[in-house]
């Protein structure tokens, strides 16, 4: 006599949604890079977020003013940041002509139309209206309410001006949803706290896990520019960008600028 199957239980399967998780990669082709170019975006996809649940908890501390446990999280999302990294390895395994087999079915989708993606680069501080489109602040709001709110850069500003050092004040009440412009003042406030790291060793060692974070996020994008060399040449890029060019000329951009230009002023 027929039934329906029993499914039994399985704590870890039933706790994560593995089943769920497994079901969701939907290949176009029969190409097995394919599929593994699907699950190793989904895998970027998650330590995105993971990188920016940790930087918002930075964020949240700074504003607290404790700044060691800011530094906690901020090493944390670091080394979140180097598996990034290393996701890239994964993909440079892809020879050229089985990448190309598939590229195709990708239309105009990029990587760069990630939410959680630009989530993050505002959580940092690298923000602006211009760089989402309309309709992805509609389907994703915690876009335009993180564009709303101050970034972690302008947070730690803030904490620096409430610990004594000389913030000024067109800075401290500037418009956070529009890009930050580095100044030549803040630059000089790092440079005080690198001069006297003993009396500034709080705002040091923040100083210090910020430049981790800014330098894995540079990497990242120095690695994916050599990957997309490697992959496609001077072709370009899916989502309608210039490919290689246009990751050269974002691959320049820094978070937290003051803290790379002020080790000239040292």
Known sequence: ????????????????????????????????????????????????????????????????????????????????????????????????????????????????????????????????????RRSDFIRFPRLRAELERPSLYDEVLRHLYRIGLPVPEHVLSRDVTVPYEPDRAVEDVWATAYRSPDKYRSAYELAEHLLEVAYQFSRWRATHLLVVERMLGGKRGSGGTDGAAWLRKINEHRFFAELWTMRSAL
């Not at 930087?55 to 003013?65: L, N, S, T």
């Not at 440079?92 to 989708?109: I, K, Q, S, T, W």
Request: charged content about 25%; hydrophobic content about 40%; proline content about 5%.
């Open 1 to 132: 006599m027929g039934g329906a199957a029993v499914t039994h239980p399985n704590p870890y399967v039933d706790y994560a949604r593995m089943d769920d998780l497994h079901d969701l990669q939907e290949p176009a082709t029969e190409s097995p890079f394919e599929l593994q170019f699907i699950l190793l975006s989904q895998v970027k996809e998650l330590l995105f977020r993971m990188v920016q649940l940790e930087v918002d908890q930075a964020r949240a501390r700074v504003r607290e003013d404790r700044p060691e446990a800011a530094c906690r999280a901020l090493s944390r999302a670091a080394r979140h940041q180097r598996t990034l990294v290393g996701c890239w390895e994964s993909m440079n395994a892809m020879p050229v002509d089985e990448f190309l087999g598939f590229r195709d079915e990708l239309g105009e989708a990029s990587g760069t139309q990630s939410p959680v993606y630009r989530l993050l680069e505002f959580t940092l501080g690298n923000r602006g209206a211009a760089m989402v």
